[in-house]
């Protein structure tokens, strides 16, 4: 039987992470800070299984970019997919900061003091672009594409310590918010940037028609459990033949490796089901998880008009309010997802007929 040529594993997979991130965002801000001790194994297993969030996505974002663009049958500058991916990175810089406005504080001339820090979206759409550019400039070297990822991941990563506390002051705050975290933005490029490299890495080896997903899997779950287990000492050995101060700072502070070991087994995992998330649940919710955000962030964040939960319930709930909330609020973003792109076309029409608008609205 040939075998499935769509990866719909990453479907799965950032399924799975918009749900961590839900039920992430919910416990972390509306459970009371008396019940988040750090000498709990529970409440430490749930914390450390939340960071899986952000690496899936960043490495995900720069895998399926540059899939795209290499399964593409036109390659290069003419590529269709460059001018789809340089767009779509520009509308999510856009729509991070449209989700950070507050209305009422604009109409008084006012702009609230998260506006300029950089979230998640503006990062993702950044690399988005850069995981285009680098494609433009570089595409001819075919394998040496892949290589170059792999060099820039890398290299983000090691060099780490040198750049967490830069501050770039000679920069506007908020350009400097993008770089590093000691600028006060809540993501920003470097290190996160480093995951979208190796998720480019990862697409090129993985090539433009995927096949061998048994090996591969094997393949990543070794790898993972390398980087989680193995990594720290295989620095401090560098350092110890070396004695660059800079390999004993990485070892000893390595959450940007064992991170990327976390991903490769979550891959491995969710590559092993890949036929069975060809269709169903797991795959709609792969396929809408930006829908998804936005609408959490309206429910939770009170997007625009600063109403949502957050603002009302922080730092209040039980351990069993916070649980069962997360779940409901789990299912009511997926339900309001859903009727939105279930009815849009008709609210849409309203919308236009309203207005008296002379336009075909947008169909499903």
């Known amino acids: 039987m040939k075998e499935s040529q769509r990866l719909y594993f990453l479907d799965a997979l950032r399924a799975f992470a918009i749900l961590m991130m839900l039920q992430g965002h919910y416990v972390s801000g509306i459970l009371d800070p008396i ?49 789809k991916g340089l767009k779509r990175g520009l509308e999510l810089i856009l729509l991070g900061y449209l989700l950070r406005l507050n209305l009422p504080m604009l109409l008084n001339g006012q702009l609230n003091a998260s506006f300029l820090k950089p979230d998640v979206l503006q990062i993702i759409g950044l690399g988005l672009i850069f995981t285009v550019s680098i494609y433009v400039l570089f595409h001819y070297f075919k394998y040496g594409l892949g290589l170059l990822f792999l060099g820039i991941g890398l290299s983000i990563f090691l060099t780490e310590p040198l750049y967490v506390d830069a501050t770039f002051t000679k920069l506007p705050q908020f350009l400097a918010a993008y770089l590093t975290k000691a600028n006060g933005g809540v993501f920003y490029l470097f290190p996160w940037l480093g995951y979208v490299s190796l998720g480019a890495c990862i697409a090129q080896v993985f090539g433009a028609q995927p096949k061998g997903f ?72 792969g396929q809408k998880t930006l829908s998804i955000y936005i609408v959490h962030y309206f429910i939770f964040y009170g997007s625009l008009f600063g109403i949502g939960i957050y603002k009302y319930y922080k ?39 309203s207005l008296n608008i002379k336009r075909t609205p947008p169909y499903n």
């Open 214 to 285: 048994l090996i591969k899997g094997i393949g990543f779950a070794v790898l993972g459990m390398f980087l989680i287990h193995k990594s720290s000492s295989f620095f401090i050995w560098i350092y110890d033949q070396t004695d660059w101060m800079l390999f004993r700072q990485v070892a000893y502070n390595n959450f940007l490796y064992i991170r990327l070991g976390d991903v490769f087994l979550l891959v491995a995992a969710f590559m092993a089901l890949n036929r069975i998330f060809s269709k169903g649940f797991w795959l709609w919710i």
């Open 35 to 83: 019940f988040k001790d750090p000498t709990n194994s529970v409440y430490t297993f749930w914390l450390y299984c939340r960071g899986f969030t952000a690496p899936v996505f960043f490495t995900v974002t720069g895998w399926v970019v540059l899939f795209l663009l290499l399964k593409n049958p036109i390659q290069g500058f003419r590529n269709p997919r460059v001018k």
């Open 315 to 353: 730092y209040s709930g039980t351990l069993i309010q916070s649980i069962v909330g997360a779940l409901l609020f789990m299912v009511v973003c997926l339900v309001v997802t859903y009727c939105v792109h279930r009815y849009r076309s008709k609210l849409f029409f309203i919308l236009w007929s």
